[in-house]
């Protein structure tokens, strides 16, 4: 009968984040310096057919940025809900863990070093991701792994990749302004052509994502019974955090460094359809789209006509969250 709930929770949760992602994008659309009501900003997506100035606003300048936070909080979504997977550790998020700052410290010594090479960042990025995860991971583990071990060692691979990214920005102080922005983590002009880049990775991704959910399960069942059952813990272990990186790394190398993503949207989920993987990573990638719409939202109109970058406004409403969850897994 419990799990009858909780399916029934699953099925009524993903339909109602798919509305209110689909409200809040018409919202989000609307809201700025130029009000556009909803009425407008539906008619002008579907028929375009309004006046050439709230069509600019519009199709140009807020729907792509909607757009990309929605693609960004899905992928940091999943992302965060497959780390938690792997390192059966609630607190495991690519921000906090140090697997956002691995893709952007590889992402920056291309960008300073490199210029050339910039088309390449979304490669880089993920092989520094997938090397920050690989080194949490050996770490922490010490007969098994702990979240006290997993925070720590996160916050040790943080502050020697924020130290590489400070020493690389003072000794390259000239080029740096650019990328001190996209270092907090922000949509600030972005367009269609960096929708339209991050599209395929996205899809890629999350795709990937879903063909681990089986995998997640398994692991949650612990590396003995888990064993036992014929399946290769390593192997899926290796597969889920590679997707896991990948998910991070590409949301680092187009908007940089947004935290607290990835620890609070599965959390939320959890709570609500449980932990069965079908269930919690497809509603995971919604909400994550919802939270990051809304943030971004925020971000740029609450202190308007200064504009917040949402990486950090994500700092600020997820750090409580996060010490919260640290000391309830403390006990």
């Known amino acids: 009968m419990k799990?009858?709930?909780?399916?029934?929770?699953?099925?009524?949760?993903?339909?109602?984040?798919?509305?209110?992602?689909?409200?809040?994008?018409?919202?989000?659309?609307?809201?700025?310096?130029?009000?556009?009501t909803p009425g407008v900003v539906v008619k002008s997506i579907l028929f375009r057919n309004q006046d050439e100035l709230s069509q600019n606003i519009i199709l140009n300048m807020r729907l792509p940025r909607a757009v990309l936070a929605v693609m960004v909080g899905m992928s940091l979504g999943s992302a965060g809900a497959l780390?938690?997977?792997?390192?059966?550790?609630?607190?495991?998020?690519?921000?906090?863990?140090?697997?956002?700052?691995?893709?952007?410290c590889v992402a920056v010594i291309v960008m300073l070093l490199f210029p050339?090479?910039?088309?390449?960042?979304?490669?880089?990025?993920?092989?520094?991701?997938?090397?920050?995860?690989?080194?949490?991971?050996?770490?922490?583990?010490?007969?098994g792994i702990s979240p006290v071990r997993i925070v720590l060692s996160g916050v040790a691979v943080n502050a020697v990749f924020g130290a590489i990214v400070s020493i690389l920005s003072i000794l390259n102080s000239d080029k740096i302004q650019g990328v001190l922005v996209w270092l907090n983590g922000s949509l600030a002009s972005k367009g269609w052509a960096t929708v339209q880049s991050l599209i395929p990775y996205l899809v890629v991704g999350l795709i990937l994502s879903l063909f681990c959910m089986s995998g997640c399960n398994t692991l949650q069942?612990?590396?003995?019974?888990?064993?036992?059952?014929?399946?290769?813990?390593?192997?899926?272990?290796?597969?889920?955090?590679?997707?896991?990186?990948?998910?991070?790394?590409?949301?680092?190398?187009?908007?940089?460094?947004?935290?607290?993503?990835?620890?609070?949207?599965?959390?939320?989920?959890?709570?609500?359809?449980g932990s069965d993987y079908r269930k919690l990573l497809p509603c995971s990638m919604l909400l994550g789209g919802c939270v990051l719409l809304i943030c971004d939202t925020l971000a740029r109109t609450v202190f308007s006509p200064v504009e917040l970058p949402v990486g950090s406004l994500m700092a600020i409403a997820g750090g409580p969250f996060f010490l919260y969850q640290l000391r309830k897994s403390r006990g």
């Open 83 to 104: 780390l938690q997977a792997v390192m059966k550790n609630p607190l495991a998020d690519p921000g906090i863990i140090g697997v956002s700052s691995g893709a952007s």
């Open 116 to 143: 050339a090479m910039s088309s390449y960042i979304p490669l880089f990025s993920f092989i520094g991701a997938s090397f920050a995860v690989a080194l949490v991971y050996l770490l922490s583990w010490k007969g």
């Open 221 to 273: 069942l612990g590396d003995a019974n888990a064993t036992s059952l014929g399946v290769n813990v390593t192997r899926v272990r290796v597969l889920v955090s590679l997707c896991a990186a990948f998910l991070a790394g590409m949301s680092v190398s187009f908007v940089g460094i947004i935290g607290f993503v990835g620890l609070v949207v599965p959390h939320i989920t959890r709570m609500i359809v």
């Open 3 to 36: 799990n009858r709930i909780k399916e029934q929770n699953a099925f009524l949760l993903f339909f109602m984040l798919l509305a209110v992602l689909i409200a809040a994008i018409v919202a989000a659309v609307g809201i700025g310096s130029v009000s556009i």
